[in-house]
């Protein structure tokens, strides 16, 4: 494919995570990158490292840096990593005035130089900033979406791989909810070559699963004393760009607006959605228990208390 038809993807947020999204673009050549950060020359130094690993890692696709937002002018898809990070002994929540004004701010920009853009929002508290991202920018909503779910399935499923010593490439799973310690990972839509894992493991060996995924970003956290995870965030960003940009219309759990689904209206949540070159082309309604859609809805209630934090803040 010649260059000038490649979608152009902007990746706002230069640090870990938002770099490695750079990365795995280019390497999956789905479109060309542009890099852009407030900091002067961190964009600019790590998308030149990026083009020139491209001739040993075999991509043409090629990486700008920038720290001027008129460089992401009509981007197809932009995924916003910047704000801070949580350190150790924060809650999500406790990122929310400090993210929520830097977030506020580059929805204004994209608003007025990417208007055409599919947004996704990676910045914690995840469900909150998505709905504070849809709000600014005034996007229609299948255009606004949220990578949460992605990042708790696959920790799901390298968790149940090594568990049963089986390949990863063999294990689907579906995580639910808000991206916190309220996700809801669902047992019975997780498969290993379609057998539910309440075929193949004990209930307490699942509910222990179930207890590290929550914890996924925590452990990381605590592991790594300075800093958290970016691999497997960025894995869940690229993979939901890809959906998007080859129009796969594959199914995967994003946050995504509810107008009625699982009883729930007007709030980012993670849900199963079918991703296309509309973005959220579909969401799906899943059979859910008793349990699980109560636990939904409690997941629910943490996201409406940070968008109430928000309006006290007043950021919507």
Do not use: W
């Not at 399935?153 to 990863?168: D, G, K, Q, Y």
């Amino acid at each position: 494919m010649h260059t000038s038809f490649m979608p152009k993807i902007a990746c706002i947020g230069a640090g870990n995570v938002g770099a490695t999204v750079a990365q795995y673009c280019l390497e999956l050549e789905l479109g060309n990158v542009v890099l852009t950060d407030i900091v002067d020359g961190l964009p600019q130094g790590k998308a030149l490292d990026m083009t020139e690993a491209g001739p040993i890692r075999n991509y043409s696709t090629c990486c700008i840096g920038t720290n001027d937002y008129k460089d992401i002018a009509g981007a197809d898809i932009v995924v916003i990593t910047a704000g801070l990070p949580r350190k150790p002994g924060m809650t999500r929540l406790d990122l929310l005035e400090k993210n929520g004004n830097i977030i506020a701010g580059i929805c204004k920009e994209i608003k007025q130089h990417a208007p055409g853009a599919i947004v996704i929002m990676v910045t914690n508290p995840l469900d909150v900033m998505v709905g504070l991202a849809h709000a600014t920018l005034g996007f229609p909503d299948n255009r606004v979406l949220g990578m949460a779910g992605c990042l708790d399935s696959a920790r799901m499923r390298a968790f149940v791989a090594m568990e049963l010593n089986v390949s990863m490439k063999n294990v689907d799973t579906m995580v639910l909810g808000s991206h916190g310690d309220a996700m809801v990972p669902l047992p019975q839509y997780t498969t290993v070559s379609g057998i539910p894992i309440t075929e193949l493991l004990p209930k307490e060996r699942i509910d222990a699963i179930i207890a590290r995924t929550r914890d996924g970003g925590g452990e990381i956290v605590r592991l790594l004393k300075t800093g958290s995870a970016y691999y497997a965030p960025a894995a869940g960003a690229a993979r939901m760009v890809q959906a998007i940009v080859r129009n796969e219309r594959q199914v995967l759990p994003c946050a995504a607006l509810l107008k009625g689904a699982y009883g729930l209206h007007d709030i980012f949540m993670g849900v199963p959605c079918i991703l296309g070159t509309n973005g959220v082309e579909e969401i799906l309604t899943l059979d859910l228990s008793k349990e699980e859609l109560e636990a939904l809805h409690h997941s629910a209630q943490e996201v409406r208390e940070g968008m109430d934090g928000l309006k006290q803040l007043g950021l919507l």
